[in-house]
């Protein structure tokens, strides 16, 4: 361990997002959504929004940062950072970045933003509309082969047949999912309840994912401020700090046509070790965790990556009374995460692992001090992260 | 070999990319071949194409033809259309396959025959050449089928 690191130099002082919505069905603009939760972050933090001096985001996030400076009257702009390539994976990594930039004295009080308007721009879950098709897509799209849910569905397909995974350990994350949103009125899957008879009833989408494996699209914006530790002590919010942010993925793992070596990953296998490194924890220590779903399997292999389990026991593992909140084993994406809070790209998660520490979740687990995220599984780069509470420290 | 095209027309063409990267794979297939990269330096099979071996570093990248044989590595079966020309089209299966003969390289095809067959991994296939000749500009795709495994 060399003595550069991030852990416990930065805290998040405040979150904020709008109301979330059905795809297409935000009745703003997604730059007003953006504006809305930045500065509902920054009512949260006790901050006024002309202290922030930067901005972070991820998967080409459309909002400008000198825009929405510009529109929010921001003194001075020291940040403005996009996290290259990996879709939601980079979540985490925006968080980090974020980070960087106020542990190194870059800036001073930067926010880490994410919003979509899907009615307003194209949605992610369509095949390409091309006549023509070059480059690697044209090794995949004449197959029928281009949606997220169809570019990773052989990865989960391979792992479940080298362990025996079986359908039900992807139904338990989905059910997790489900069972929190029942208790989170801002879900947009609130009093839509999940039982295991309604799963396996479901259609396929592309096998081995039923429509309740697969994420939502939607409509929102959400957004969390940085600041360094010594200020996030003298805010309204009790801090959760930053005890560890990385970002990357293994050898090769975007070789083209499906050639990454590591092939049945979620791609952490390289990044887990990272992370507990710079928090000086293990899976041991997680007292509650955000796992991106874009797919449920993708989860099924980040948890096995990052340590939570070997393989061979995700059956016994993932079963959803482990991973209900307050009790379960390892609760799992206590909001409602991305199949039933919301799907905001997955920075919802970032801000539920913030409910955590705080104690304010409507699926709280008691006493938490470490508090993770894991961002979009299978993409390249990923990222994950983790939050403590002062007793971490 | 050819065969009747496995899926709706409509879909995007396949074409090399301005730069010619792909360019000998996508002329090799309108033979009823398969071509793919191998390093002349260090003896590496390369797939998809890139400009470089990925090994040494070498740019010494040449074409070989290899014979149309292979391995199942992972599947699916795709029910949910994201694209307008399969609306209404049934399941349809997507293999990943690969090529012990040069160096397990993989490869996305469809798997021919019924959409509603057992897929075991592992099982032996072979290459089918589906030539798209009405198209601007034609191009062929290279499908799977199984074939006996002993
Ligand atoms: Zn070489």
Same mark, same amino acid.
């Given at each position: 361990m060399n003595g550069r690191t991030l852990r416990g130099?930065?805290?998040?002082a405040g979150i904020g997002e709008t109301t979330y919505y059905k795809?297409?069905?935000?009745?703003?603009p997604e730059f007003k959504l953006a504006l809305m939760a930045i500065l509902r972050a920054a009512e949260d933090a006790g901050?006024?929004?002309?202290?922030?001096?930067g901005f972070a985001s991820y998967?080409?996030?459309?909002?400008d940062p000198s825009r929405l400076a510009a529109a929010l009257g921001i003194?001075?702009?020291r940040f403005a950072n996009m996290q290259w390539g990996g879709g939601g994976g980079g979540g985490a990594a925006a968080v980090g970045n974020a980070a960087a930039a106020v542990a190194t004295g870059m800036a001073d009080c930067v926010v880490v933003f994410r919003a979509l308007a899907q009615g307003q721009f194209a949605r992610f879950g369509q095949g390409p509309r091309a006549r023509t098709i070059d480059g690697d897509m044209a090794f995949q799209a004449p197959y029928g082969l281009m949606s997220p849910g169809q570019r990773y569905a052989m990865k989960v397909m391979r792992f479940m047949h080298d362990h025996g995974v079986r359908q039900e350990a992807l139904r338990a994350i989905a059910m997790a999912s489900y069972h929190h949103a029942q208790a989170?009125?801002?879900?947009?899957?609130?009093?839509r309840p999940l039982t295991e008879a309604d799963y396996d009833a479901s259609r396929w989408i592309v096998e081995p994912f039923h429509l309740f494996d697969c994420c939502m699209e939607n409509d929102g914006a959400a957004a969390l401020i940085l600041v360094p530790a010594e200020r996030a002590k003298d805010l309204p919010h009790k801090p959760s700090y930053l005890l560890s942010a990385v970002t990357g993925s293994d050898?090769?793992?975007?070789?083209?046509?499906?050639?990454?070596?590591?092939?049945?990953?979620?791609?952490f296998a390289s990044v887990a070790p990272h992370l507990y490194e710079m928090a000086q924890l293990?899976?041991?220590?997680?007292d509650v965790l955000q796992s991106y779903e874009n797919f449920t399997g993708g989860v099924l292999m980040s948890l096995v990556e990052h340590g939570f389990f070997p393989p061979e026991e995700a059956n016994d593992f993932l079963k959803p009374e482990n991973l209900?909140?307050?009790?379960?084993?390892l609760p799992l994406?206590?909001?409602?995460?991305?199949?039933?809070?919301?799907?905001m790209h997955g920075l919802e998660l970032q801000l539920e692992a913030v409910r955590q520490i705080r104690g304010d979740s409507t699926a709280q687990v008691p006493d938490v001090d470490v508090s993770m995220v894991i961002a979009g599984?299978?993409?390249?780069p990923v990222s994950s992260c983790i939050f403590g509470s002062e007793a971490t420290l | 070999m050819t065969a009747p095209h496995y899926l709706p027309e409509g879909l995007p063409i396949p074409v090399p990319e301005n730069d010619g990267l792909s360019r000998p794979y996508w002329e090799g297939t309108r033979r009823g071949e398969l071509w793919i990269q191998k390093c002349k330096d260090c003896g590496t099979w390369q797939w998809?194409?890139?400009?470089?071996?990925?090994?040494?570093?070498?740019?010494e990248i040449e074409w070989l033809q290899v014979e149309g044989k292979g391995r199942i590595f992972s599947w699916e079966r795709v029910?949910? =259309?994201?694209h307008p020309a399969l609306k209404e089209h049934g399941p349809y299966i997507v293999v990943l396959v690969e090529l012990p003969a040069a160096g397990n390289v993989r490869m996305i095809g469809n798997l021919l025959g019924d959409p509603r067959q057992e897929v075991p991994i592992g099982a032996a296939v072979e290459a089918v050449f589906e030539s798209?000749?009405?198209?601007? =500009?034609p191009y062929t795709l290279v499908q799977w089928r199984r074939v006996d495994d002993s």
């Amino acid at each position: 361990m060399n003595g550069r690191t991030l852990r416990g130099k930065v805290a998040v002082a405040g979150i904020g997002e709008t109301t979330y919505y059905k795809h297409g069905q935000a009745p703003d603009p997604e730059f007003k959504l953006a504006l809305m939760a930045i500065l509902r972050a920054a009512e949260d933090a006790g901050i006024d929004p002309r202290e922030i001096d930067g901005f972070a985001s991820y998967s080409n996030d459309r909002n400008d940062p000198s825009r929405l400076a510009a529109a929010l009257g921001i003194r001075e702009l020291r940040f403005a950072n996009m996290q290259w390539g990996g879709g939601g994976g980079g979540g985490a990594a925006a968080v980090g970045n974020a980070a960087a930039a106020v542990a190194t004295g870059m800036a001073d009080c930067v926010v880490v933003f994410r919003a979509l308007a899907q009615g307003q721009f194209a949605r992610f879950g369509q095949g390409p509309r091309a006549r023509t098709i070059d480059g690697d897509m044209a090794f995949q799209a004449p197959y029928g082969l281009m949606s997220p849910g169809q570019r990773y569905a052989m990865k989960v397909m391979r792992f479940m047949h080298d362990h025996g995974v079986r359908q039900e350990a992807l139904r338990a994350i989905a059910m997790a999912s489900y069972h929190h949103a029942q208790a989170n009125p801002r879900a947009v899957m609130n009093g839509r309840p999940l039982t295991e008879a309604d799963y396996d009833a479901s259609r396929w989408i592309v096998e081995p994912f039923h429509l309740f494996d697969c994420c939502m699209e939607n409509d929102g914006a959400a957004a969390l401020i940085l600041v360094p530790a010594e200020r996030a002590k003298d805010l309204p919010h009790k801090p959760s700090y930053l005890l560890s942010a990385v970002t990357g993925s293994d050898y090769r793992c975007a070789a083209p046509s499906h050639n990454a070596p590591n092939y049945a990953s979620a791609s952490f296998a390289s990044v887990a070790p990272h992370l507990y490194e710079m928090a000086q924890l293990g899976p041991g220590d997680v007292d509650v965790l955000q796992s991106y779903e874009n797919f449920t399997g993708g989860v099924l292999m980040s948890l096995v990556e990052h340590g939570f389990f070997p393989p061979e026991e995700a059956n016994d593992f993932l079963k959803p009374e482990n991973l209900y909140a307050p009790g379960g084993r390892l609760p799992l994406n206590t909001s409602g995460g991305n199949l039933a809070e919301c799907y905001m790209h997955g920075l919802e998660l970032q801000l539920e692992a913030v409910r955590q520490i705080r104690g304010d979740s409507t699926a709280q687990v008691p006493d938490v001090d470490v508090s993770m995220v894991i961002a979009g599984p299978m993409v390249t780069p990923v990222s994950s992260c983790i939050f403590g509470s002062e007793a971490t420290l | 070999m050819t065969a009747p095209h496995y899926l709706p027309e409509g879909l995007p063409i396949p074409v090399p990319e301005n730069d010619g990267l792909s360019r000998p794979y996508w002329e090799g297939t309108r033979r009823g071949e398969l071509w793919i990269q191998k390093c002349k330096d260090c003896g590496t099979w390369q797939w998809g194409p890139e400009w470089i071996c990925h090994s040494c570093r070498s740019f010494e990248i040449e074409w070989l033809q290899v014979e149309g044989k292979g391995r199942i590595f992972s599947w699916e079966r795709v029910w949910h =259309p994201v694209h307008p020309a399969l609306k209404e089209h049934g399941p349809y299966i997507v293999v990943l396959v690969e090529l012990p003969a040069a160096g397990n390289v993989r490869m996305i095809g469809n798997l021919l025959g019924d959409p509603r067959q057992e897929v075991p991994i592992g099982a032996a296939v072979e290459a089918v050449f589906e030539s798209h000749d009405d198209t601007d =500009p034609p191009y062929t795709l290279v499908q799977w089928r199984r074939v006996d495994d002993s």
